[in-house]
Structures are given as structure tokens and as C-alpha cells.
């Protein structure tokens, strides 16, 4: 590798380069600074992002390819990479008070979600399966400690396992398939691979490898048939970190499918076939278990799968506008969820878990302000008009439609329908229920700041989607 | 560009909502939201005064760019359709904050801010001139809707704002795709006006006039999709039933108005009869159910299926009376049942009980109450001289001259309406005076009396001199029918 080359791919992976390296100093620093003074982690963290963010915003102006065609830094990765560094650092602010109040305060825990990061935003960048594998894994690991960390507590043990295993099959099979991808095509790259699965007439080795690559990645998005580790992780890790895990790594998943699935190349097959059976019974099974939830976080979990199969959708439309379908509304998932998920982690206070649907009842009556907002984020989940949940919907039809999938758009909007009932009955439980209990959430200024940002951004890009609008097609690759 | 008159009619109520999560005092709350919606009445007022009744083309027109990406503008405006309903919405909106003054107790701000946000939304999806605008505002009045039954509503009212939810939910998510499929058959474009002067093939049209259809029917409603009705009438706050019967209902109607007829025209000539039939079925069916009711509050619920399925019954006929009525008879309805509900809500207030076996000789203990009511059942039931016998038979001689059978199916379902309207003012006014004696009843007072009067002078004056209403809707109409019957050669 010349100077100029190695030079260049410095330039282009300095975000990742950033992250990785304020994580080892806070890992040190965490470990020499004593126990107390514990908000000075989260500042560092937070503002290791902020650098990450500012070397990605200033190197956005050109494509930048790097390490030998195995990274990437263009605009649709710098897209996925806001929405990391929005989730990471709201996660960041969510956790100051809950992880006190759980005891898991310890500089590990947010040293693990900057590895966290990192892995994504490798995966974001990936353009060779193999850098993929890497930054998959970096993300796995990390999430499958972080959703252990609760280490007195049963549930959190058991989802970490369960995750660990199920979690490491997955990728297992994810690499098998990569090694079969270069046993028939001598090749790991995802232009090359492309072309190969196109190849006339398709070899059935390679289809298994495709088939085997898919489980992988849809294995991280939490879409049928690999979701069943879902509810149980999600129910079992710290509230914090379900949160995280409900929005980014479905990012980062999904920015790989996007990249495997929507090469100009593939998107000419009938693989879409596939991706379309995955999104309908993804969004079926989501949105119909959602139903009988009584748990809170198990709730938001079915709502994730269900979600997930909603934005799969706009993989299946493909061309410029799914792609851009897939991102906005991944944008705008990140700050609903993340605002409903702020006000399940807030309720976490004193002997109050805040996480079964009944407790809620009534909350309306001596908090109106957040009941308000819960009330805007739940509306936006079930994608009602002025909110932003509304606007991604809409515009995943639009490129459904457009594409000529009717039927395609009539399964999801009817399947929406479905999912809007466990939406508004939290809200009947929050409004129109009697309180039973006083609710004394914990809310603190960063819990503040975190609600505030989300609620902004719900409506926000409800109302003005134009400029959102913008970014996500401007931020399509090829387009 | 002229003053925005309609964004200013469209959202003061939303931002006396915003002002409303300020105040603290339930008084302040309550006199705040009356001043809103006043001013907006008013304001509604000097827009029909400068509206000119001689044209069809849209007027007050506004235009700014929104998601310019996708062909979406901000884009208001009204035509002889819509002004009238956009009046009717303003005219209802503080009789609605007037019959809640005492009825609603609890959670009084959040009420009336629900309330006005329901009002900004209804007025501008009267006022939308972009499809997805529309769809916008259709949709988000879901929210404060299901907030207005469910809180304050009756003891059935979780289930009733469910069902009220999801139905409409359903219905719209349909029409949601029909409004996308559209965009892309009618050249990428929201604007309703460039729409409407598309040419699409009878195929998309048909397919997409069904897909409105169950957006439409369940709205306004049409049997067999009416079942929400009743459980949220009944169930809901008197203001939420007025607000339901006055303007929610009319939305459907509009809709088959602003999109079915003249975006979808040889469609809706050619399903016309399927929707006459429906509309006969609906008149007669309405007309039976409410008969059977032993409940006021239902009766009056019933007897909007019924009531609706004249209105649907005019806009089908595809002729000039026909529509003409149909039109006039929204107008009427909103006004008549938004009174009836009205006075629903005050026995209520007063005896806690809806049930006809415990009312009887009202008219002893409230004299001015049960002449009021005698005035709107009587214009309910069509009566000569109210506003309801103009509409009714204006619909009336326009389904004769379209299919002789549904005229008379409509007839049949007239003489029901008699038949349970008089019914219930036998069981509520006259006979032996039980309720006086045992709940003590009051008459109404000023602040009740204010709300009723100016309901009352509509109906008579509808009824007594209607020219100035038909004025208003002439144009549009008569242009709407050349859109139908194809463009120039007139009805």
C-alpha cells in the first residue's frame, strides 16, 4: 500500500479511528479515575461521539473507497452513521440516572457501547464481506455483554446467553455463506458476489450461500424466521440498552442488506421475492403478538419486529426511492422509538419498574406533559398523521406503489392497522384509566434533554419532512 | 399573495389550543376557548361575505410549497361545496364549548383543547386543495377524537373509541393507498384541482372509486359499515356527538363530493345505482333500528344512518336537484342533529338517565325546552316550513327522476322517520309528568339559550327562504355535474 493510499484510507475510516480510540483511553481512564464522579464518563463518551460526528460531517464531501476496496466512506454511509451517533449519544443521556439507579455505572458500560458503535459504523462503510464480518461482530460482541450487565438479576443472564448462542450460530452461518461466496466465486466483495448471484443460469451453491448471507443479516434485524430471540433479550437487558438495540444495530443491519440487496445488479433479480415473503410474515408476526403483551419492553420488542418488517418493505420496492424509503424511515424510528423507550427508562425509579402496561394506568392524570408526549410517540409508532411515523410510512408506500406492488401495500397498511390497536391502548391505559399509584419518574435534565430531541424530531419531521426528505435521497448510493 | 384568510380560519383554533396549555384556571379555559371559536365564526362570517357565488373555481386560494420532492404543496382554498361546511364546522364549534360548560368537570383544559384541534382539522380538510394535505388532516383527527370519546365519554366508552378508531383507521388506510395510486396514475402530482382534470381509464377508476368507497361509507356511514356509530354517539361527551353528527359524518359526503365524482366520473356513473341502493337501504334500515330504540340518545344516533343515507341518496342521483338537496340536506343535518344531540346532552345533565321509560310530561316542567324540541324534531321529520323539507325534497324529486324504486324506498324511510320522531316526543314531552316530579328538572337557562337560538333561526331560515344557501352551492354543483357527465355538454 503507497503513502497516498494508506494516507487516503486513514482519511476515510478517521471516524471509526475516533471512536475506537477515545473507547481504549476511557477504558484506561475508567479504571484509574475513582468511583464517584461518575458523570465525567458520560460526557467523555458523549463527546467522543461528537468528534466521531464532526470528522464524518467535514469528510462527507467526496466517495472516498479505502483499505483496498473493502471500506467505503460515501454519503449513504455518513446517512447510517448520524442515526448511529443520534441513538448512541441519546443512549448515553437515558443511561446517566438509570444505570445509577441499576448500579451498572461502570466505565465498561459505556466503553462497550462506543465499541458498539464502531462495529456499525465498519458495517455501515463495508463494501467486502468480510469488513462486514468484522464490523458485525465488533456490534455483537459488545451488545451481547451489555445485555448481561444486569448481573444480579436472572432475566438479564439468561437473554445475554440466549443471545450469545442464538447470536453466534447466526453469524456462524453468515460466514459459511461468505465462505462459499469465495469458494465458487474467488471473490468477498459485494460488487462481485452481486454479480455472481446474478449469473445466468444461478448456481444452486451460490443461491445456499445467498440464502445463508440473508439468515445472517436478517438474523440482526430481528426479522422472521430469525427473531425469536427478540421479546426475551429485549425483556432481559437494561432498559437502556433494549432501547439502543431496538434502533441501531436494526440500522446498521439494514444498511447491509441495502448494500447487498439493492446493487443495481441483484435489485435486476428475483431476489426480491425473498425479502418481500420475510417483510409480510415479519410484519404479520409483530404486529399480531404485539396484541396480547403485557410487558412493556416485550411490547416494544414486538413492535420492533413488526416496524422492521415495515421498513424490509422498502427493500423490496429497491430503486432510489425504497433505498431512500428504508433510511428515512429508519431516521425516524430511531427518535420515536428512542422518545417511548425515554419514557419507560424514566418511570424506572425507587421500587417502580415501569415496565408492565397496567402500572400506567392513570398516568395521564398527575403528569399531562408526559403523558402528552407519550401520547405523540405512541401515535407516531402506529403512524398517524402530523407525526414523522406517519411520513415513513407513507413514504415506504409511495415507493411500494410506485414499484407496482399494490397488494404489497395493501398487506402492510392493513397490518399497520392492526398494530395501531397496541399503540392506543397504552394510551387508553395512560388516559382513561384511573391512577392506582403515584409516579414519581426520574427526571433528570439529560432525561429532559433526551424527551425533548425526540418530541422535536417526532413532529418536527412530521410536519417539515421536506428537508429529511432531501438527505435520505441525496444519500442514496448510485443515485 | 392576498391575506391568508383561511390559514387564519384554520389554525386560530390550534393555536388557542397552544394558548390553552398555559392557563390554569378552569373559567379562563372555558372563556378563552369560547372567544376562539367566536372569533372564528366570525372570521368565517367575512369570509362568506367576500365569497363570490357566481363562480365554481376556487376561491381565497393559498399556495406554498411543502415536500416539493414528492409534489406535495400547502395548498387551501373553497368552491360553493366546501364554504358551507366550513361555516357549518365554525357555526357548531362554540355551541360545542357552550354545551360543555358544565357538562365537562373534570380535565377541562384538556377537553377544549382537544376540542379545538379537532375543530383546525376539520376546517382544514374542508379548506385542503392537496390530496396528501387532506389526508393529513382527515387522518390527525383521529387522535383528539378517540382522546374526546374515550375520556369523557359514557361507561362503554373505552370500547366505543376503539371501535370508532379502528374502523375509520381501517377504512382510511385503504383510501391512503387509493390517494398513492392515484398520485402516480394522475401524473405524480397532490394538487386536488390537476387531479380532478385528469383522464384515467375506467379500470384505475373503478378500482380507486372502491377503494375511497369503504374510506367514504364508513365515515358517513353507510350500511353495512355503520356499526360504530351508535357506541360512539352514544357513548361520547354531548359535544363529541355534535361535533360526530355535525361534521364528522359530513366528512364521507364530502369526500364522495371533492374526489369520487369528479376525479372518478364514469366510475361513479356507472356504480351510481349500486350507491342509490345502498343509500335506500341505509334510509330504511336507519329508519327501522331507530324505531326499536328505547334509548333518546341512540334514537337520535339511528336516525343520522338514516338521515345520511338522504344525503348519499341526492349525491348519487347525478342530477342537479338531486345534488343540489344532497348538498343543502349536509347542511341541515349537521345543524338539526347537532341540536337534537344538543338537547340530548341537557335532559341528560339534568336526569342522568337517556332511557324513555323514565321521561314523560316535560312539558309542564320545561316548556321552553320541549318547544325547542318539538321545532328540531319537527325539522328532523322534514316538515314544511323547516330546513330539512327543502333538502328532502329536493333529494326526493331528483331519486324519482333517477330510479323510481330507490324514490320510493326513500319515501318509506320519510314516513319511518315521522313515525320514531314523533314517537319520541310523545314519550319524552307529553303524557304523564314523571320526571318533573322526581329529578326537578330546570329550564334552560341563558347560557343554554344562546347556544340553541342561532340553530334554531338556521332551520327556519333554510326553511322559509333557502335561496341564499342554494346560491352559495349553484355554481359548484352545476359545475360538478358537467365534470360527471362529461366535461362541457352539461347535466
Given at each position: 500500500m503507497t503513502d497516498a493510499a494508506l494516507y487516503q484510507s486513514i482519511l476515510a475510516s478517521l471516524p471509526e479511528i475516533v471512536v475506537v480510540t477515545g473507547a481504549c483511553i476511557l477504558l484506561v481512564l475508567g479504571q484509574i479515575v475513582p468511583k464517584g464522579p461518575g458523570h465525567f464518563l458520560v460526557w467523555a463518551?458523549?463527546?467522543?461521539?461528537l468528534v466521531a460526528a464532526l470528522a464524518t460531517l467535514l469528510l462527507a464531501g467526496e466517495v472516498r473507497p479505502a483499505h483496498s476496496g473493502m471500506f467505503i466512506a460515501d454519503r449513504f454511509a455518513v446517512f447510517?452513521?448520524?442515526?448511529?451517533?443520534?441513538?448512541?449519544?441519546l443512549t448515553f443521556l437515558l443511561s446517566r440516572k438509570y444505570a445509577e439507579i441499576e448500579g451498572i455505572a461502570l466505565s465498561e458500560y459505556y466503553v462497550l457501547l462506543l465499541f458498539a458503535l464502531c462495529g456499525m459504523m465498519i458495517m455501515a462503510s463495508a463494501t467486502d464481506l468480510l469488513s462486514v464480518y468484522v464490523g458485525l461482530e465488533l456490534m455483537s460482541l459488545s451488545t451481547y455483554?451489555?445485555?448481561g450487565f444486569l448481573r444480579q438479576q436472572r432475566r438479564s443472564n439468561e437473554a445475554s446467553l440466549k443471545y450469545v448462542i442464538l447470536g453466534g450460530v447466526s453469524t456462524g452461518i453468515f460466514l459459511y455463506g461468505v465462505s462459499l461466496v469465495y469458494g465458487l466465486t474467488g471473490t468477498t466483495q459485494l460488487d462481485g458476489m452481486a454479480a455472481a448471484v446474478t449469473g445466468d443460469p444461478l448456481d444452486p451453491g451460490l443461491l445456499l450461500a445467498v440464502v445463508f448471507i440473508v439468515a445472517g443479516l436478517v438474523f440482526k434485524v430481528g426479522a422472521v424466521p430469525f427473531h425469536m430471540w427478540v421479546p426475551d433479550v429485549y425483556e432481559g437487558a437494561p432498559t437502556t440498552i433494549t432501547a439502543?438495540?431496538?434502533?441501531?444495530p436494526k440500522a446498521a443491519g439494514f444498511a447491509v442488506i441495502l448494500r447487498v440487496f439493492l446493487n443495481p445488479l441483484v435489485a435486476a433479480s428475483d431476489a426480491w421475492i425473498i425479502v418481500a415473503v420475510i417483510a409480510v410474515v415479519t410484519m404479520a408476526l409483530g404486529s399480531f403478538v404485539a396484541l396480547v403483551q403485557d410487558n412493556f419492553k416485550r411490547l416494544l420488542a414486538y413492535s420492533s419486529i413488526a416496524h422492521a418488517g415495515f421498513a424490509m418493505f422498502g427493500v423490496v420496492a429497491g430503486g432510489a426511492d425504497g433505498i431512500a424509503s428504508v433510511m428515512l424511515y429508519l431516521l425516524i424510528y430511531t427518535f420515536m422509538n428512542l422518545g417511548i423507550f425515554g419514557t419507560v427508562i424514566m418511570m424506572r425509579n425507587g421500587d417502580f419498574s415501569g415496565e408492565v402496561i397496567e402500572e400506567y394506568a392513570g398516568f395521564a392524570k398527575s403528569h399531562p406533559g408526559l403523558a402528552l408526549l407519550m401520547l405523540?410517540?405512541?401515535?407516531?409508532?402506529?403512524?398517524?398523521?402530523?407525526t414523522a411515523g406517519f411520513f415513513a410510512k407513507f413514504y415506504v408506500?409511495?415507493?411500494?406503489?410506485?414499484?407496482g406492488f399494490v397488494v404489497l401495500a395493501v398487506i402492510a397498511v392493513l397490518l399497520s392497522a392492526v398494530a395501531a390497536y397496541f399503540y392506543i391502548r397504552i394510551v387508553m391505559v395512560i388516559y382513561m384509566r384511573e391512577p392506582e399509584r403515584a409516579f414519581e419518574p426520574a427526571l433528570t435534565p439529560s432525561v429532559r434533554a433526551t424527551l425533548a430531541l425526540t418530541a422535536a424530531g417526532t413532529i418536527g419531521i412530521g410536519l417539515f419532512p421536506a428537508w429529511f426528505l432531501r438527505l435520505a435521497q441525496s444519500s442514496v448510493f448510485g443515485g | 399573495m392576498a391575506f391568508p384568510l383561511l390559514s387564519l380560519i384554520v389554525f386560530m383554533p390550534a393555536a388557542g389550543a397552544a394558548v390553552l396549555m398555559f392557563l390554569r384556571s378552569d373559567d379562563a379555559v372555558r372563556w378563552t376557548a369560547l372567544g376562539v371559536t367566536v372569533l372564528d365564526l366570525a372570521l368565517c362570517i367575512a369570509m362568506l361575505a367576500g365569497f363570490d357565488t357566481t363562480t365554481h373555481e376556487m376561491q381565497f386560494t393559498e399556495t406554498r410549497p411543502w415536500v416539493p420532492a414528492l409534489?406535495?404543496?400547502y395548498a387551501l382554498g373553497i368552491d360553493g361545496i366546501s364554504a358551507l361546511f366550513v361555516f357549518l364546522t365554525a357555526l357548531l364549534g362554540w355551541i360545542c364549548v357552550l354545551a360543555s360548560w358544565v357538562a365537562i368537570d373534570r380535565k377541562v383544559k384538556e377537553f377544549m383543547v382537544s376540542l379545538l384541534a379537532m375543530q383546525a382539522l376539520m376546517l382544514g380538510m374542508f379548506c385542503a386543495l392537496d390530496l396528501f394535505l387532506f389526508y393529513v388532516f382527515w387522518e390527525a383527527m383521529l387522535i383528539p377524537m378517540y382522546v374526546i370519546i374515550g375520556v369523557w365519554g359514557g361507561d362503554g366508552r373505552v370500547y366505543a373509541a376503539f371501535k370508532f378508531f379502528l374502523y375509520t383507521l381501517a377504512g382510511s388506510l385503504l383510501f391512503l393507498i387509493g390517494v398513492i395510486a392515484l398520485y402516480f396514475h394522475g401524473g405524480e402530482t397532490f394538487d386536488i384541482l390537476a387531479l380532478t382534470a385528469q383522464d384515467l381509464p375506467f379500470r384505475v377508476q373503478s378500482w380507486l372509486f372502491f377503494a375511497f368507497l369503504i374510506a367514504f361509507a364508513v365515515k358517513v356511514p353507510m350500511v353495512p359499515v355503520h356499526t360504530w356509530l351508535p357506541d360512539a354517539h352514544v357513548q361520547a361527551p354531548t359535544a363529541g356527538s355534535i361535533i360526530l353528527a355535525g361534521v364528522l359524518l359530513k366528512m364521507g359526503a364530502y369526500g364522495f363530493l371533492r374526489f369520487s365524482l369528479p376525479m372518478l366520473p364514469e366510475a361513479s356513473v356507472h356504480y351510481s345505482t349500486l350507491m342509490l341502493a345502498l343509500s335506500a337501504l341505509a334510509i330504511v334500515y336507519g329508519g327501522l333500528l331507530a324505531l326499536a330504540q328505547d334509548d333518546l340518545k341512540k334514537l337520535v344516533a339511528y336516525s343520522s344512518i338514516s338521515h345520511m343515507g338522504f344525503v348519499t341518496l341526492g349525491i348519487f342521483t347525478l342530477n342537479l336537484r338531486g345534488l343540489e338537496g344532497g348538498i343543502l340536506q349536509m347542511f341541515n343535518h349537521g345543524v338539526t342533529t347537532g341540536a337534537l344531540f344538543l338537547f340530548v346532552g341537557l335532559i341528560y345533565e339534568r336526569t342522568h338517565t337517556r332511557s324513555f321509560a323514565d321521561y314523560g310530561g316535560l312539558m309542564k316542567a320545561a316548556p321552553v325546552y320541549t318547544a325547542f324540541l318539538a321545532l328540531f324534531t319537527l325539522s328532523s321529520m322534514a316538515l314544511p316550513g323547516t330546513n330539512s323539507f327543502v333538502g328532502e325534497l329536493l333529494v326526493l324529486s331528483g331519486a324519482f327522476a333517477a330510479n323510481l324504486a330507490v324514490g320510493a324506498a326513500?319515501?318509506?324511510?320519510?314516513l319511518l322517520g315521522a313515525a320514531y320522531l314523533l314517537g319520541m316526543y310523545r314519550k319524552v314531552a307529553l303524557g304523564p309528568a314523571s320526571v318533573g316530579a322526581r329529578f326537578k328538572i330546570r329550564d334552560v337557562n341563558a347560557r343554554e339559550m344562546v347556544a340553541i337560538l342561532p340553530l334554531a333561526a338556521f332551520v327556519l331560515w333554510v326553511g322559509l327562504y333557502p335561496k341564499p344557501f342554494l346560491d352559495i352551492i349553484d355554481a359548484s354543483a352545476k359545475h360538478l355535474l358537467a365534470q360527471v357527465h362529461g366535461r362541457g355538454d352539461g347535466p
Amino acid at each position: 500500500m503507497t503513502d497516498a493510499a494508506l494516507y487516503q484510507s486513514i482519511l476515510a475510516s478517521l471516524p471509526e479511528i475516533v471512536v475506537v480510540t477515545g473507547a481504549c483511553i476511557l477504558l484506561v481512564l475508567g479504571q484509574i479515575v475513582p468511583k464517584g464522579p461518575g458523570h465525567f464518563l458520560v460526557w467523555a463518551s458523549a463527546a467522543t461521539v461528537l468528534v466521531a460526528a464532526l470528522a464524518t460531517l467535514l469528510l462527507a464531501g467526496e466517495v472516498r473507497p479505502a483499505h483496498s476496496g473493502m471500506f467505503i466512506a460515501d454519503r449513504f454511509a455518513v446517512f447510517f452513521k448520524m442515526v448511529f451517533y443520534l441513538s448512541t449519544i441519546l443512549t448515553f443521556l437515558l443511561s446517566r440516572k438509570y444505570a445509577e439507579i441499576e448500579g451498572i455505572a461502570l466505565s465498561e458500560y459505556y466503553v462497550l457501547l462506543l465499541f458498539a458503535l464502531c462495529g456499525m459504523m465498519i458495517m455501515a462503510s463495508a463494501t467486502d464481506l468480510l469488513s462486514v464480518y468484522v464490523g458485525l461482530e465488533l456490534m455483537s460482541l459488545s451488545t451481547y455483554v451489555l445485555t448481561g450487565f444486569l448481573r444480579q438479576q436472572r432475566r438479564s443472564n439468561e437473554a445475554s446467553l440466549k443471545y450469545v448462542i442464538l447470536g453466534g450460530v447466526s453469524t456462524g452461518i453468515f460466514l459459511y455463506g461468505v465462505s462459499l461466496v469465495y469458494g465458487l466465486t474467488g471473490t468477498t466483495q459485494l460488487d462481485g458476489m452481486a454479480a455472481a448471484v446474478t449469473g445466468d443460469p444461478l448456481d444452486p451453491g451460490l443461491l445456499l450461500a445467498v440464502v445463508f448471507i440473508v439468515a445472517g443479516l436478517v438474523f440482526k434485524v430481528g426479522a422472521v424466521p430469525f427473531h425469536m430471540w427478540v421479546p426475551d433479550v429485549y425483556e432481559g437487558a437494561p432498559t437502556t440498552i433494549t432501547a439502543f438495540m431496538s434502533v441501531a444495530p436494526k440500522a446498521a443491519g439494514f444498511a447491509v442488506i441495502l448494500r447487498v440487496f439493492l446493487n443495481p445488479l441483484v435489485a435486476a433479480s428475483d431476489a426480491w421475492i425473498i425479502v418481500a415473503v420475510i417483510a409480510v410474515v415479519t410484519m404479520a408476526l409483530g404486529s399480531f403478538v404485539a396484541l396480547v403483551q403485557d410487558n412493556f419492553k416485550r411490547l416494544l420488542a414486538y413492535s420492533s419486529i413488526a416496524h422492521a418488517g415495515f421498513a424490509m418493505f422498502g427493500v423490496v420496492a429497491g430503486g432510489a426511492d425504497g433505498i431512500a424509503s428504508v433510511m428515512l424511515y429508519l431516521l425516524i424510528y430511531t427518535f420515536m422509538n428512542l422518545g417511548i423507550f425515554g419514557t419507560v427508562i424514566m418511570m424506572r425509579n425507587g421500587d417502580f419498574s415501569g415496565e408492565v402496561i397496567e402500572e400506567y394506568a392513570g398516568f395521564a392524570k398527575s403528569h399531562p406533559g408526559l403523558a402528552l408526549l407519550m401520547l405523540l410517540y405512541l401515535f407516531s409508532l402506529a403512524g398517524i398523521p402530523p407525526t414523522a411515523g406517519f411520513f415513513a410510512k407513507f413514504y415506504v408506500l409511495v415507493a411500494l406503489i410506485e414499484r407496482g406492488f399494490v397488494v404489497l401495500a395493501v398487506i402492510a397498511v392493513l397490518l399497520s392497522a392492526v398494530a395501531a390497536y397496541f399503540y392506543i391502548r397504552i394510551v387508553m391505559v395512560i388516559y382513561m384509566r384511573e391512577p392506582e399509584r403515584a409516579f414519581e419518574p426520574a427526571l433528570t435534565p439529560s432525561v429532559r434533554a433526551t424527551l425533548a430531541l425526540t418530541a422535536a424530531g417526532t413532529i418536527g419531521i412530521g410536519l417539515f419532512p421536506a428537508w429529511f426528505l432531501r438527505l435520505a435521497q441525496s444519500s442514496v448510493f448510485g443515485g | 399573495m392576498a391575506f391568508p384568510l383561511l390559514s387564519l380560519i384554520v389554525f386560530m383554533p390550534a393555536a388557542g389550543a397552544a394558548v390553552l396549555m398555559f392557563l390554569r384556571s378552569d373559567d379562563a379555559v372555558r372563556w378563552t376557548a369560547l372567544g376562539v371559536t367566536v372569533l372564528d365564526l366570525a372570521l368565517c362570517i367575512a369570509m362568506l361575505a367576500g365569497f363570490d357565488t357566481t363562480t365554481h373555481e376556487m376561491q381565497f386560494t393559498e399556495t406554498r410549497p411543502w415536500v416539493p420532492a414528492l409534489g406535495i404543496t400547502y395548498a387551501l382554498g373553497i368552491d360553493g361545496i366546501s364554504a358551507l361546511f366550513v361555516f357549518l364546522t365554525a357555526l357548531l364549534g362554540w355551541i360545542c364549548v357552550l354545551a360543555s360548560w358544565v357538562a365537562i368537570d373534570r380535565k377541562v383544559k384538556e377537553f377544549m383543547v382537544s376540542l379545538l384541534a379537532m375543530q383546525a382539522l376539520m376546517l382544514g380538510m374542508f379548506c385542503a386543495l392537496d390530496l396528501f394535505l387532506f389526508y393529513v388532516f382527515w387522518e390527525a383527527m383521529l387522535i383528539p377524537m378517540y382522546v374526546i370519546i374515550g375520556v369523557w365519554g359514557g361507561d362503554g366508552r373505552v370500547y366505543a373509541a376503539f371501535k370508532f378508531f379502528l374502523y375509520t383507521l381501517a377504512g382510511s388506510l385503504l383510501f391512503l393507498i387509493g390517494v398513492i395510486a392515484l398520485y402516480f396514475h394522475g401524473g405524480e402530482t397532490f394538487d386536488i384541482l390537476a387531479l380532478t382534470a385528469q383522464d384515467l381509464p375506467f379500470r384505475v377508476q373503478s378500482w380507486l372509486f372502491f377503494a375511497f368507497l369503504i374510506a367514504f361509507a364508513v365515515k358517513v356511514p353507510m350500511v353495512p359499515v355503520h356499526t360504530w356509530l351508535p357506541d360512539a354517539h352514544v357513548q361520547a361527551p354531548t359535544a363529541g356527538s355534535i361535533i360526530l353528527a355535525g361534521v364528522l359524518l359530513k366528512m364521507g359526503a364530502y369526500g364522495f363530493l371533492r374526489f369520487s365524482l369528479p376525479m372518478l366520473p364514469e366510475a361513479s356513473v356507472h356504480y351510481s345505482t349500486l350507491m342509490l341502493a345502498l343509500s335506500a337501504l341505509a334510509i330504511v334500515y336507519g329508519g327501522l333500528l331507530a324505531l326499536a330504540q328505547d334509548d333518546l340518545k341512540k334514537l337520535v344516533a339511528y336516525s343520522s344512518i338514516s338521515h345520511m343515507g338522504f344525503v348519499t341518496l341526492g349525491i348519487f342521483t347525478l342530477n342537479l336537484r338531486g345534488l343540489e338537496g344532497g348538498i343543502l340536506q349536509m347542511f341541515n343535518h349537521g345543524v338539526t342533529t347537532g341540536a337534537l344531540f344538543l338537547f340530548v346532552g341537557l335532559i341528560y345533565e339534568r336526569t342522568h338517565t337517556r332511557s324513555f321509560a323514565d321521561y314523560g310530561g316535560l312539558m309542564k316542567a320545561a316548556p321552553v325546552y320541549t318547544a325547542f324540541l318539538a321545532l328540531f324534531t319537527l325539522s328532523s321529520m322534514a316538515l314544511p316550513g323547516t330546513n330539512s323539507f327543502v333538502g328532502e325534497l329536493l333529494v326526493l324529486s331528483g331519486a324519482f327522476a333517477a330510479n323510481l324504486a330507490v324514490g320510493a324506498a326513500a319515501v318509506l324511510g320519510a314516513l319511518l322517520g315521522a313515525a320514531y320522531l314523533l314517537g319520541m316526543y310523545r314519550k319524552v314531552a307529553l303524557g304523564p309528568a314523571s320526571v318533573g316530579a322526581r329529578f326537578k328538572i330546570r329550564d334552560v337557562n341563558a347560557r343554554e339559550m344562546v347556544a340553541i337560538l342561532p340553530l334554531a333561526a338556521f332551520v327556519l331560515w333554510v326553511g322559509l327562504y333557502p335561496k341564499p344557501f342554494l346560491d352559495i352551492i349553484d355554481a359548484s354543483a352545476k359545475h360538478l355535474l358537467a365534470q360527471v357527465h362529461g366535461r362541457g355538454d352539461g347535466p
